[in-house]
């Protein structure tokens, strides 16, 4: 029985404490409701025009809010343009996609099928035939299976010198863009955790803390502004009250200003956008120049063999195209 009591005495102690403690926040919001539907009147007001005496920020206060707000504009501007580095395929147009996937399914049929063919004609006809392969995420990597696609064909069906080393040649292709393909996405990797990491963090955290503050100033300037006109407008009887209140808004409004100052030069003496961008170009140059030294290799080792006693290409088909001579050949 007496544990029953003790619960039951604990139970009204703890209702009665809730009780006080939701009627304190009633009345609160209550007490504030006025407030901000004064304060949002005011901004309305103030949009259309209506209302003209508005207090006004300092100039340093007005001039880092420039600063900050062009910060903020540079990086989401940016990101707009360098989240593209978040999708893999982004040099991967799906009419040129679908082209490659075609191309490589055929390919990767053919060779199954050549490989059960008994005779010349039959494997012809194989390859004259209409005819499935993962799709690629990168133009380079397309290039790449594409290559190894039509080596692996000739390779099945040809049998002369000049077959075989073109079907060497389209091999070293194939490695060559598979290695550029590589690259690429390592620089993708880097702009992604390097630059675009970097910007999207600044948001979340100082610029977002900055425009937090800049929030709470226009709050408070609106509810003084509006503790301003109600006292301009008060009954002897009520003015002793609503100035009080004035000024207790006045001293809050000062204090979200100096925060909010303080707050911005911090974002605008934190701001390290160079570095990140940086970073970015370091990205971009250690790919372009990996995959200008890939090429010229590849170009070197296949360029056309030439007669050591003239030094002219040798070449084993006819062209067109009109050979000009220097005045020493002539």
């Known amino acids: 029985m007496s544990s029953f009591n003790e619960f039951t005495n604990s139970f009204t102690k ?104 008994s005779s010349a004609s039959e494997a012809q006809n194989i390859l004259i035939s209409p005819g499935p392969i993962r799709d690629p995420k990168t133009l380079n990597y397309a290039l790449s299976k594409v290559s190894l696609t039509a080596s692996e064909v000739i390779n099945q069906v040809g049998s002369t010198p000049n077959e075989s080393a073109l079907s060497s ?25 390097k630059f675009n990491k970097a910007l999207r963090d600044d948001l979340s955290t100082s610029l977002a803390k900055a425009n937090k503050f800049r929030k709470e100033v226009q709050n408070k300037r609106l509810q003084y502004d509006v503790a301003r006109t109600n006292l301009m407008n008060a009954k002897p009887e009520k003015e002793a009250s609503l100035r009080v209140k004035m000024e207790s808004l006045e001293d809050e409004f000062a204090q979200a200003t100096e925060n909010a100052t303080l707050v911005m030069q911090e974002v605008i003496a934190g701001s390290d956008f160079l570095t990140s961008l940086n970073q970015m170009v370091a990205a971009q140059l250690e790919y372009f120049q990996t995959s200008a030294q890939l090429l010229q290799e590849f170009t070197e080792n296949n360029a056309a063999p030439t007669d050591a006693s003239s030094g002219k290409a040798k070449t084993e088909s006819k062209s067109n195209v009109p050979i000009v001579l220097s005045e020493d050949e002539e």
């Open 14 to 117: 703890r209702f009665q404490e809730l009780s006080t403690s939701v009627s304190q926040r009633t009345q609160e919001l209550s007490n504030n409701l006025p407030t901000l539907a004064q304060s949002t009147q005011r901004l309305v007001q103030e949009k259309l025009g209506q209302v003209t005496d508005i207090s006004q920020l300092p100039q340093e206060y007005l001039e880092l809010e420039k600063k900050v707000d062009s910060i903020k504009l540079i990086h989401e501007h940016f990101l707009q343009v360098t989240s593209i580095y978040e999708n893999e395929s982004y040099d991967y147009p799906k009419v040129i996609k679908d082209s490659v996937n075609d191309f490589s399914k055929t390919m990767a049929a053919k060779i199954t099928d050549l490989s059960h063919a």
């Open 169 to 193: 040649k389209l091999l070293e292709f194939s490695n060559v863009q598979s290695k550029i393909a590589q690259a690429r996405l390592q620089q993708d990797t880097l702009i992604q955790t």
